[in-house]
């Protein structure tokens, strides 16, 4: 389950190689992405559990009764998600670049907000229509050596509509489950780049204060950002492994 505004092109290096090593992968886009419904929320944006439980009914469609749920940022909050209200679909689940909350995050606040001078925020182009192109090429800058996907990446947020940047941030900026992650059972890894500038190491901390009734792997990725599984060819790789060594070899 791809992170805010990722898409599909996220995982499209990493989940071939899933696939690769014997797994049926599955990526879909959640609404406001890619050729999905992207319906008018009112003010409270897509919530994170109207998010999981379109996840659900995919795998109602799918036939798919169980899972390996992985998830990145918001997708990670989508996962973390599921494996509470539909803990008999989970057979595991791992979280990559996450945290507990969005509420109160510093840098998905600035993307709702602006600067109010090189960027205005969510709002300030209303009369645009249009994210500024300025905006679009910083948010999908990354170091990945492949030139199909850096095209690919800033082609996927050109085709968002101005108003679903307003329908997923207010979404994430909900959500908090402080109040529930003693609830996440079975096994769970949890990957996380110490260069992520969006959720740092203290809301590491917040997560593994939060995972007390699961199986919890933690994994650190001394050079890796916050979309660690696709910082380069090389981390897709790195992530992939660590995956698939999770799913067959899971903690006791």
């Known amino acids: 389950i791809h992170g805010i505004t990722d898409g599909r092109v996220s995982w499209s290096q990493a989940a071939p190689l899933m696939a690769g090593k014997g797994y049926r992968c599955y990526v879909p886009e959640y609404r406001g992405n890619g050729k999905t419904d992207k319906p008018d929320p009112g003010p409270g944006g897509y919530l994170v559990d109207t998010q999981a439980a379109d996840i659900a009914a995919f ?16 997708g990670s909050f989508i996962a973390q998600r599921l494996n509470i209200l539909y803990p008999h679909r989970t057979l595991s689940l ?7 909350r969005g509420a109160g995050n510093a840098l998905v606040s600035w993307i709702r907000d602006g600067d109010g001078k090189d960027y205005l925020g969510i709002h300030g182009y209303d009369k645009e229509q249009k994210m500024p192109e300025s905006f679009l090429k910083g ?3 990354n170091t990945n050596e492949d030139p199909d996907f850096q095209a690919a990446t800033l082609e ?12 997923l941030v207010t979404g994430a900026l909900a959500y908090d489950n402080s109040g529930d992650m003693h609830k996440i059972n079975g096994s769970v890894l949890v990957i996380w780049g110490a260069k992520d500038v969006v959720f740092t190491a203290q809301d590491q901390e917040a997560l593994k204060q939060g995972l007390v009734n699961c199986r919890p792997v933690y994994i650190t990725i001394p050079e890796g950002s916050h979309n660690v599984h696709w910082d380069s060819r090389k981390a897709a790789e790195e992530t992939a492994a660590a995956i698939d060594n999770f799913i067959r070899y899971p903690p006791r």
Do not use: C, F, N
């Not at 791992?94 to 507990?100: D, G, K, N, P, Q």
């Open 156 to 167: 996927h947020v050109r085709q968002i509509p101005y108003p679903v940047w307003d329908y």
């Open 59 to 74: 795998m109602d469609i799918l036939k798919l009764e169980k899972a390996h749920i992985v998830g990145h940022s918001l």
């Open 94 to 100: 791992t979280l990559i670049a996450s945290a507990v």
């Open 139 to 141: 948010w999908v800058e």
